[in-house]
């Protein structure tokens, strides 16, 4: 009998990679299509032959290694080249080709973003970013003086800035549950949330993913906890979606606002924003729409005159991300950080924020740190000595640097990583 890998393997013999690299931007993606779907696929996590072809999707720097896939990603040639060829032909005619012919191409884009959430497309609307969707909830929500917001201490700053300008601006009160780094105990972490509800209590807000650590929340059972008591609850999924998969009722939540140029590898400027059908009528959109529009969730994109070929091309994202797989790009991540992780706690120096042994924590995104090391210095040693980009993070409760490897990085990069961190960790290099 054929076994799943076998299958995998004459699926990849199908690819020859100089043919795919010659070829259009959108080869890897045509070949991607050929594979058996993403769950029945075998484990090509570590599969190099397999990722060697993926990798030909990006024109990337390979001078540098880049493991800050996180702030914002590169987009597959793919993207780009849809990116381009809907800008050029909308300087055609613009009057005429942005309202009539391109704007109605994003229908199938909303289906699209719908289809992996899980959800109906009368439920998605297309924004420019995550603070984008969550501004529109956050600011968009009725609510009275008094009235309270549950967030926690790892939720992202922009979203906390905006409910502090309610707390200013209306007398709205915001309350913050921490959140214990590693987080072991999901369960403690709900009850925790679940304590700090009172009769004011009308929304918590809560990331999925936390940007800091990659910690992945335990949302279903938090939006779960809230509905049992009537409670809504904004979910920040801007590091989450299509890091690994899920839908919308897994979550279970009302609101869900996320950047589709992290994990999606959409163009610079995409988010999508989910609310649940039933709750539209009730939302405010942060740019007026007329009262015709008050249950429609188009009403949040009526943000006036923008280029419509930069939501088009998401259209080439998703096929891509789709015929990859979630899960596949999930089970690589987690291998990723597996080759430089395993080498690094060995050493008692080096300490991780994330709790790396169970991976219902932890997927594309993980905090190190080195003892007695200034992140911000490490950060700046890795580029300028071995040109690995990193991001340094310094919160109130821990430090130390986020590592977000890609579809696109190779095995040898996460080596030559480890190598680094190793000679800081083990004393044989000064980054001062
Ligand atoms: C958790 C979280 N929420 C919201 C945002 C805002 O995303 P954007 O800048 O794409 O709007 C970010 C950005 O990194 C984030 O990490």
Not at 137 to 153: A, H, P, R, S
Not at 197 to 217: E, N, Y
Not at 239 to 265: I, M, V
Request: aromatic content about 6%.
């Amino acid at each position: 009998m054929t076994s799943r890998r076998d299958l995998m393997r004459t699926a990849l013999a199908a690819a020859p990679i100089t043919m795919l690299s010659a070829a259009s931007a959108r080869a890897v993606t045509s070949w991607l299509q050929t594979l058996p779907p993403d769950k029945t696929a075998g484990n090509v996590a570590a599969d190099e032959d397999f990722w060697r072809t993926v990798q030909e999707a990006f024109a990337v720097d390979r001078t540098v290694v880049n493991l800050n896939n996180g702030g914002v990603s590169p987009s597959p040639r793919a993207v780009q080249d849809a990116l381009r060829r809907f800008t050029e032909e909308t300087n055609r005619l613009p009057a005429k080709i942005l309202w009539q012919e391109m704007e109605p191409k994003q229908e199938s884009v909303r289906q699209g973003l719908a289809s992996l959430f899980g959800v109906a497309p009368t439920e998605v609307a297309i924004t420019r970013n995550a603070s984008e969707s969550l501004q529109n909830i956050q600011f968009g929500m009725t609510l009275q003086k008094g009235d309270e917001v549950l967030t926690t201490t790892h939720d992202y700053p922009r979203m906390l800035t905006t409910w502090e300008q309610r707390v200013r601006r209306d007398g709205i009160v915001l309350k913050k549950v921490p959140v214990p780094t590693p987080l072991k105990d999901a369960a403690a972490l709900v009850r925790s949330i679940e304590e700090a509800i009172t009769s004011r209590t009308k929304v918590i807000h809560v990331s999925h993913v936390v940007f800091l650590t990659g910690q992945i929340m335990p949302v279903g059972e938090i939006c779960r906890m809230a509905r049992r008591r009537g409670i809504p609850c904004i979910v920040d999924g801007a590091h989450s979606f299509a890091q690994f998969p899920f839908t919308r009722d897994e979550l279970d939540c009302d609101f869900f606002g996320t950047s589709l140029h992290k994990w999606l590898c959409g163009p610079i400027g995409t988010g999508m924003l989910y609310i649940r059908k039933d709750r539209i009528a009730d939302i405010w959109p942060l740019m007026a729409a007329p009262a015709t529009m008050d249950a429609d969730i188009k009403k949040f994109e009526e943000i006036g005159t923008h280029p419509a070929a930069i939501h088009n091309a998401l259209g080439e994202a998703i096929d891509f991300n789709v015929s990859l797989g979630l899960d596949r790009k999930a089970a690589r991540y987690r291998y990723l950080h597996s080759i430089w992780t395993e080498r690094l706690q060995r050493n008692e120096r080096v300490s991780f924020m994330t709790d790396i042994t169970n991976p219902a924590n932890q997927c594309a995104l993980v905090l190190v740190h080195i003892k007695d090391t200034d992140p911000g210095k490490l950060s700046t040693w890795l580029y300028d000595k071995h040109r690995i980009l990193t991001v340094a993070i310094a919160h109130e409760d821990f430090k130390g640097l986020r590592i977000a490897p890609s579809v696109y990085t190779t095995r040898r990069d996460m080596e030559r990583f480890a190598d680094a961190m190793e000679s800081v960790a083990n004393g044989t290099a000064k980054i001062d």
